[in-house]
């Protein structure tokens, strides 16, 4: 467990002395949770880096020996610094690189938002359209193929006789009154109409034939004609062994005849799994043990698997901690020697709104009670933010600030005549209200300097005794600058 780590804004005492002295006091479910906050250039993610530094150059010469500890850093954005490459460190940065990976999503990880957060999503899994076989049927029956039709049920020779003469009566239409007139003719209706009719004789022909395993013979025609470059042969080959004769025999599909049964093999083991012999549905709820038996298997040539229901907000949290979560379970199971973890999270939150910044502590504290906790001796976490919300959830004693005494924006806000911006001798954040922590742990003004400028130069004409549009005064929400505004436009 770390203690205290130099880092380049000082040695940072990570554990605070009350609880180092009573254990019992730590409120957080991990060791230890520090919050370090600041303004824009403060040096926040550099303190990070070399942190990760030191504590990666802990080897016990010095006293100090890390050598068992997994250090994981994650960021939305890349962070700007050279990080190491070390094998006890786990560089986790959004931004680097476009992530390509097809995995699957981790319910585990989205079972824990929805419980936090309440995203309410779920995890599907949806096979591919299978409108490429229709077509080359449709082609075969209804164009060059040179059907037997006495080999034909009833339903589809009508469907073909109907769509030959509907093509006749549309070709008579296009010669008349031309292309633009006849798209608005009933020629050109009826045969859309005949089109689709001879789809749905051909979808009832398909279901008549092959009976149970129809769903999954389509989803594996599918998938061989996409695999080969003569659909046509290996749908006329399946046509004959449905009772189905043609003036020209089909070509070789010896080929693609094997792609298609070991598709078929494929499929069948999803059914399995999805419980559902005949694949009946488009579209199925996953379990997370659906989901890893689904993994187990070659799906991804018949299907896709994503999570409906996420906000940008839900998919960039479940990506966040899917990451952390599975590149922790990955390494340590590679290093089992690793017994301690120190996690740091650079801004993290930055995307959420503020009714999900108020949960996102809490959700850090369930990831290490539900997920890692069991892993580690024990974990430690550093995150970084902008948010008075999150410096809400920590103890003063667990909040590290950083000053930038470059920025002056500060200073010019508190030479305004009304200052509403006083700071207390002590800087609030555990439970605080979040004027206040702005005003103290935030270091910063309670209104936007836009908003303040307006209010000054309200405040400095009513004091001129210069009008002012009631309009403009009317817009301040304040309920001090309120009472102060009355008070001048009474005393004038």
């Given at each position: 467990?770390?203690?205290?780590?130099?880092?380049?804004?000082?040695?940072?005492?990570?554990?605070?002395?009350?609880?180092?002295?009573?254990?019992?006091?730590?409120?957080?479910?991990?060791?230890?949770?520090?919050?370090?906050?600041?303004?824009?250039?403060?040096?926040?993610?550099?303190?990070?880096?070399?942190?990760?530094?030191?504590?990666?150059?802990a080897d016990g010469r010095d006293g100090a020996d890390?050598?068992?500890?997994?250090?994981?850093?994650?960021?939305?954005?890349?962070?700007?610094?050279?990080?190491?490459?070390?094998?006890?460190?786990?560089?986790?940065?959004?931004?680097?690189?476009?992530?390509?990976?097809?995995?699957?999503?981790?319910?585990?990880?989205?079972?824990?938002?929805?419980?936090?957060?309440?995203?309410?999503?779920?995890?599907?899994?949806?096979?591919?359209?299978?409108?490429?076989?229709?077509?080359?049927?449709?082609?075969?029956?209804?164009?060059?193929?040179?059907?037997?039709?006495?080999?034909?049920?009833?339903?589809?020779?009508?469907?073909?006789?109907?769509?030959?003469?509907?093509?006749?009566?549309?070709?008579?239409?296009?010669?008349?009154?031309?292309?633009?007139?006849?798209?608005?003719?009933?020629?050109?209706?009826?045969?859309?109409?005949?089109?689709?009719?001879?789809?749905?004789?051909?979808?009832?022909?398909?279901?008549?034939?092959?009976?149970?395993?129809?769903?999954?013979?389509?989803?594996?025609?599918?998938?061989?004609?996409?695999?080969?470059?003569?659909?046509?042969?290996?749908?006329?080959?399946?046509?004959?062994?449905?009772?189905v004769t043609f003036a020209r025999p089909a070509g070789?599909?010896?080929?693609?005849?094997?792609?298609?049964?070991?598709?078929?093999?494929?499929?069948?083991?999803?059914?399995?799994?999805?419980?559902?012999?005949?694949?009946?549905?488009?579209?199925?709820?996953?379990?997370?043990?659906?989901?890893?038996?689904?993994?187990?298997?070659?799906?991804?040539?018949?299907?896709?698997?994503?999570?409906?229901?996420?906000?940008?907000?839900?998919?960039?949290?479940?990506?966040?901690?899917?990451?952390?979560?599975?590149?922790?379970?990955?390494?340590?199971?590679?290093?089992?020697?690793?017994?301690?973890?120190?996690?740091?999270?650079?801004?993290?939150?930055?995307?959420?709104?503020?009714?999900?910044?108020?949960?996102?502590?809490?959700?850090?504290?369930?990831?290490?009670?539900?997920?890692?906790?069991?892993?580690?001796?024990?974990?430690?976490?550093?995150?970084?933010?902008?948010?008075?919300?999150?410096?809400?959830?920590?103890?003063?004693?667990?909040?590290?600030?950083?000053?930038?005494?470059?920025?002056?924006?500060?200073?010019?806000?508190?030479?305004?005549?009304?200052?509403?911006?006083?700071?207390?001798?002590?800087?609030?954040?555990?439970?605080?209200?979040?004027?206040?922590?702005?005003?103290?742990?935030?270091?910063?003004?309670?209104?936007?300097?836009?908003?303040?400028?307006?209010?000054?130069?309200?405040?400095?004409?009513?004091?001129?005794?210069?009008?002012?549009?009631?309009?403009?005064?009317?817009?301040?929400?304040?309920?001090?600058?309120?009472?102060?505004?009355?008070?001048?436009?009474?005393?004038?």
């Amino acid at each position: 467990m770390i203690q205290t780590v130099q880092t380049s804004a000082g040695p940072i005492q990570l554990i605070p002395q009350t609880v180092l002295e009573t254990p019992d006091l730590n409120i957080f479910e991990a060791a230890s949770m520090t919050l370090v906050v600041g303004p824009n250039g403060a040096g926040k993610t550099r303190m990070l880096a070399s942190m990760i530094d030191a504590v990666l150059a802990a080897d016990g010469r010095d006293g100090a020996d890390h050598r068992d500890t997994l250090v994981v850093y994650y960021s939305p954005m890349p962070c700007g610094f050279n990080l190491p490459v070390h094998a006890q460190f786990i560089n986790l940065q959004d931004g680097m690189r476009a992530d390509k990976s097809q995995k699957e999503p981790n319910l585990n990880v989205l079972n824990n938002l929805d419980d936090v957060f309440d995203v309410q999503a779920k995890v599907v899994i949806r096979f591919f359209s299978t409108n490429n076989v229709y077509k080359q049927i449709y082609s075969l029956l209804a164009g060059h193929g040179k059907p037997d039709l006495s080999t034909l049920t009833e339903p589809l020779r009508r469907a073909i006789a109907q769509l030959a003469e509907s093509r006749v009566e549309s070709d008579h239409s296009r010669r008349t009154v031309g292309v633009i007139g006849h798209i608005n003719s009933l020629a050109y209706d009826a045969e859309a109409a005949a089109r689709e009719e001879l789809g749905q004789a051909i979808e009832r022909f398909l279901k008549a034939k092959l009976g149970a395993g129809y769903r999954r013979e389509i989803l594996a025609a599918s998938y061989t004609i996409a695999r080969h470059n003569k659909p046509i042969d290996f749908i006329q080959a399946m046509l004959q062994r449905l009772g189905v004769t043609f003036a020209r025999p089909a070509g070789k599909t010896a080929t693609a005849q094997k792609t298609y049964d070991g598709a078929l093999k494929e499929l069948a083991d999803i059914a399995v799994v999805l419980g559902d012999a005949e694949l009946r549905k488009a579209e199925y709820a996953l379990t997370e043990s659906s989901l890893a038996g689904l993994a187990k298997l070659g799906y991804k040539k018949y299907s896709s698997i994503s999570t409906t229901g996420l906000s940008s907000g839900a998919a960039a949290l479940l990506s966040q901690f899917t990451k952390i979560e599975e590149s922790i379970k990955q390494t340590i199971s590679e290093r089992p020697g690793l017994k301690h973890l120190l996690l740091l999270i650079d801004e993290g939150d930055i995307f959420l709104h503020i009714g999900w910044q108020q949960k996102y502590v809490a959700y850090l504290n369930r990831l290490v009670e539900k997920n890692l906790g069991n892993l580690f001796e024990d974990i430690q976490l550093v995150l970084t933010t902008h948010s008075p919300v999150l410096m809400s959830d920590f103890p003063r004693d667990c909040l590290v600030t950083l000053e930038d005494k470059s920025i002056s924006v500060a200073d010019a806000l508190d030479e305004t005549p009304i200052n509403l911006r006083k700071r207390a001798s002590q800087a609030l954040s555990f439970g605080a209200p979040l004027s206040s922590i702005i005003n103290t742990t935030g270091d910063a003004g309670t209104m936007g300097a836009f908003a303040m400028q307006h209010i000054e130069n309200v405040l400095k004409r009513l004091q001129s005794r210069e009008p002012v549009a009631q309009y403009h005064i009317d817009m301040i929400d304040d309920p001090f600058v309120q009472k102060y505004i009355r008070m001048l436009t009474d005393r004038s």
